[in-house]
């Protein structure tokens, strides 16, 4: 899996912060997504997908078959 997050359509929310706290993190000035790690080991793929798909902005986009 690679995952890659799009900056300008991230708002800030921070669920994939609380969910996925290895994968994810968020700049301290403006709360944007900061991606931790691109491609995580098989045991950070569930967090990762609950991640995608609870984003309110779509901001996280998983390549499964990378």
Same mark, same amino acid.
């Given at each position: 899996?690679?995952?890659?997050?799009?900056?300008?359509?991230?708002?800030?929310?921070?669920?994939?912060?609380?969910?996925? /706290?290895?994968?994810?993190?968020?700049?301290? !000035?403006?709360?944007?997504? $900061?991606?931790?790690?691109?491609? /995580?080991?098989?045991?950070?793929? !569930?967090?990762?997908? !609950?991640?995608?798909? $609870?984003? /309110?902005?779509?901001?996280?986009?998983?390549?499964?078959?990378?």
């Amino acid at each position: 899996m690679r995952i890659t997050v799009d900056e300008e359509k991230c708002c800030g929310a921070g669920q994939c912060v609380v969910i996925a /706290p290895e994968v994810f993190d968020q700049r301290d !000035e403006d709360g944007i997504v $900061v991606l931790l790690d691109a491609s /995580p080991a098989a045991d950070r793929y !569930e967090g990762a997908r !609950e991640s995608a798909g $609870v984003c /309110p902005a779509a901001a996280i986009q998983l390549h499964e078959d990378a």
